[in-house]
């Protein structure tokens, strides 16, 4: 009978490794480390966006910057709508912080920090506030002999920069009405047109960069409660705005 022979091929190949191939390791290194990278970018970005803010915060702090309402959120008349929101400032805007500071140092060299309630910056010009107390006589627009510090100031400021002007006169609701001036609106009015009429007389400053305008009370800062409060809504403010801006 004969022999059946079966003849197996040898299996030449080597023995396969165990694990995963080389290439996928090295893919997987390079993948974790291009991870890393852009974690490490990202975690730069936002530290950097966070001193910045931090900076721009301390510097505000520290030369008394402080932020100026929308004319819409004024405080309205009935005790339902006092609350309103702040308006942070444009920090881009560097000229406007410089402003800010420039206005200050004029008042510290004009000894006129005493006569000035604050300087407010919005995303259009920086607004400057007084007491009326400090510059006008009681009930009239007669301007008082030290008005002049605050006065002499808005002309500096408007001759180092090319920013218009608006003079905003503003009442209490208890101003006590005359023959001259029967409302609050004819004071509030008579008394920005003064103050006006100073800066334009003694700057030299062309007029058509010059308005004035009277709010009487109809734009408090704090309810009108007491004699603190009203003291504080009876003022002046000198708005430096943009010549673009056609602001009130």
Not at 23 to 39: E, I, K, Q, S, Y
Not at 68 to 78: F, G, H, I, N, V
């Amino acid at each position: 009978m004969a022999k059946v022979v079966i003849v197996k091929p040898k299996n030449d190949k080597p023995p396969q490794e165990e694990g995963l191939p080389p290439w996928m390791a090295t893919f997987a290194d390079m993948v974790t480390l291009l991870l890393c990278f852009f974690v490490l970018m990202l975690s730069f970005a936002s530290n950097d966006v966070a001193k910045f803010k931090e900076l721009l915060g301390s510097l505000e702090d520290a030369f008394g910057v402080s932020v100026k309402r929308k004319e819409s959120d004024y405080l309205a008349l009935t005790p339902s709508k006092l609350k309103r929101d702040e308006v942070k400032m444009d920090s881009n805007d560097k000229r406007l912080l410089g402003l800010v500071l420039r206005i200050k140092a004029l008042l510290d060299e004009k000894e006129a920090n005493r006569m000035s309630t604050g300087v407010n910056a919005d995303k259009d010009g920086v607004v400057m506030k007084s007491d009326s107390a400090q510059l006008f006589l009681p009930g009239t627009s007669k301007l008082k002999p030290d008005a002049h510090k605050i006065l002499d100031t808005v002309i500096s400021v408007l001759k180092e920069h090319n920013y218009n002007l608006v003079v905003r006169g503003h009442t209490a609701d208890t101003e006590a009405p005359s023959k001259k001036f029967p409302t609050n609106w004819e004071l509030s009015s008579a008394r920005a047109a003064a103050a006006l009429e100073y800066i334009h007389q003694k700057g030299g400053i062309n007029s058509k960069r010059l308005k004035a305008v009277g709010y009487a009370d109809t734009r408090p800062l704090v309810k009108n409660d007491s004699k603190d409060n009203r003291d504080k809504n009876r003022r002046m403010e000198f708005y430096f705005h943009k010549p673009a801006k056609d602001s009130w």
